[in-house]
């Protein structure tokens, strides 16, 4: 069935570790996202990607670094660069980035000793 | 500079009864508006979305309402249940560009 898939649910890592997240979707959706949610705030945009092999940073996207080789994938890695790592990662996609509708993955919890 | 706000960050309602939450934007340019539901450790689902040219859109128990001279959006669920609860978060775009969210609403529906 399709859907957008998050792996893994739960990812710890130390200190100066860079990490990657996983976002995979069988939609046929050009556009995804991915978003990072901290407590008391909303969800802010880390990267988007219109189509494949182009992205744009978003709002919050220093430290962080994204690929698009296919359309299905969009892997968000978080670099020892990123100041405050420990959040809820959350990945979208949708048919184009116009006013369409954006579908969420599950979402990972990433936790930095 | 949050461009989406949801003033009220938990509310409280009796089951059956209706549930309002609020919205409010300041770009005028918005011209998409969404409602998500989230469960804790969960990705948000999509509720119902309103364009700019209409003030209403209803989905059952839901109904979302526009008032582009408050830059206000409220969504209202009635009869409110149980499994309503959840933190509702709203979203605006404006065409071609990213959508930018509010901070979330707890809903907490009362048996």
């Known amino acids: 069935d399709g859907g957008i898939t998050q792996s893994p649910k739960y990812l710890f890592r130390k200190e100066g570790q860079n990490v990657t997240l996983s976002c995979e979707q069988n939609?046929?959706?050009?556009?995804m996202y991915w978003y990072r949610q901290d407590p008391g705030q909303g969800l802010r945009l880390i990267y988007y990607?219109?189509?494949?092999?182009?992205?744009q940073k978003g709002d919050i996207a220093e430290g962080y670094s994204v690929s698009r080789e296919k359309k299905e994938s969009f892997p968000l890695t978080v670099t020892s660069a990123q100041k405050n790592p420990t959040a809820f990662y959350l990945c979208a996609s949708s048919f184009s980035t116009s006013t369409d509708t954006q579908y969420f993955g599950p979402g990972t919890r990433l936790t930095v000793l | 500079d949050q461009q989406v706000k949801q003033n009220s960050p938990s509310l409280s309602v009796q089951e059956g009864r209706i549930s309002i939450l609020n919205c409010d934007y300041t770009?005028?340019?918005?011209?998409?508006f969404l409602w998500y539901k989230k469960y804790p450790a969960e990705g948000p689902t999509f509720l119902i979305s309103?364009?700019?040219?209409?003030d209403k859109n209803e989905d059952g128990r839901f109904t979302v309402f526009l008032n582009k001279s408050a830059k206000h959006l409220s969504l209202h669920i009635v009869p409110s249940q149980p499994g309503d609860s959840a933190v509702y978060f709203c979203a605006a775009a404006f065409t071609g560009n990213q959508f930018y969210f509010g901070t979330g609403t707890s809903l907490t529906v009362i048996p």
């Open positions: 770009n005028s340019m918005f011209d998409y």
């Open positions: 309103i364009s700019s040219i209409k």
């Open positions: 939609l046929n959706h050009d556009a």
């Open positions: 990607s219109q189509i494949v092999n182009d992205f």
